[in-house]
């Protein structure tokens, strides 16, 4: 698969991310390589091979809620680097 300039473009745009003109071209062509590997491997017989990972037969592994009794604000608070009676102390992050 050919990636184009603009394609690279636009994906650097999509990322966020400051391509220089300069290296537009190459980075199409890199990219160009790495989709036609991937279009290489659609085509590897995998026909009885195994699954190497545990990942895919894992289901999400859930415990049962318990009700507890809250350890209270002594406990809470205690590693707070700044307090106010119950409350933390936090910088402000909207001016």
């Given at each position: 698969m050919k990636i184009s300039?603009?394609?690279?473009t636009k994906i650097a745009h999509l990322a966020r991310l400051e391509v220089e003109p300069s290296q537009k071209e190459k980075m199409a062509?890199?990219?160009s390589h790495i989709l036609g590997y991937?279009?290489?491997?659609?085509?590897?017989d995998v026909e009885g091979v195994k699954l190497s990972s545990g990942a895919a037969f894992m289901n999400n592994v859930l415990?049962?809620?318990e009700v507890?009794?809250?350890p209270?604000?002594?406990v809470?608070?205690?590693n707070a680097p700044q307090r106010d009676e119950d409350f933390y102390?936090?910088?402000?992050?909207?001016?």
């Open positions: 300039t603009d394609e690279v062509e890199q990219l991937i279009d290489k491997l659609k085509d590897v415990r049962e809620d507890k009794e809250s209270g604000p002594l809470t608070l205690a102390i936090v910088p402000r992050v909207v001016k």
